[in-house]
């Protein structure tokens, strides 16, 4: 596998609504360049909503042997002009010895 791609890790930071409660500010999120991972399309489908059908294509991000990636469950990440949603946990797969062999996620495009 092929590690020469690059990313942008995107990070909401918090605000409070009109009730008080604390939500993400995704208008000028932190953005973090990683480079030297692996994306590649896993799979797609299409949604029926309301008012219209959209088209929702799956992608994985792979880091190569011993890089540990600072990506949250509630980050989101740049590629190619797109932006995609980090789905479900962040895999951080364990060394024999400790500490990362490598990371995993599950990404989603909406478009």
Do not use: C, F
């Not at 605000?15 to 590649?40: C, F, I, K, L």
């Amino acid at each position: 596998m092929l590690y020469e791609q690059s990313i942008t890790i995107l990070r909401a930071s918090s605000m409070r609504d009109e009730y008080g409660n604390e939500v993400d500010n995704w208008s000028a999120p932190a953005r973090t360049a990683v480079d030297g991972v692996n994306v590649q399309p896993s799979s797609g489908s299409t949604e029926d909503t309301d008012d219209k059908q959209v088209t929702v294509t799956g992608w994985r991000l792979y880091t190569p042997r011993g890089m540990d990636l600072d990506l949250r469950e509630t980050d989101r990440v740049e590629a190619w002009g797109t932006t995609m949603q980090v789905v479900g946990k962040v895999a951080r797969w364990p060394t024999p010895g400790g500490g990362v062999h490598h990371v995993e996620a599950d990404l989603r495009e909406v478009a």
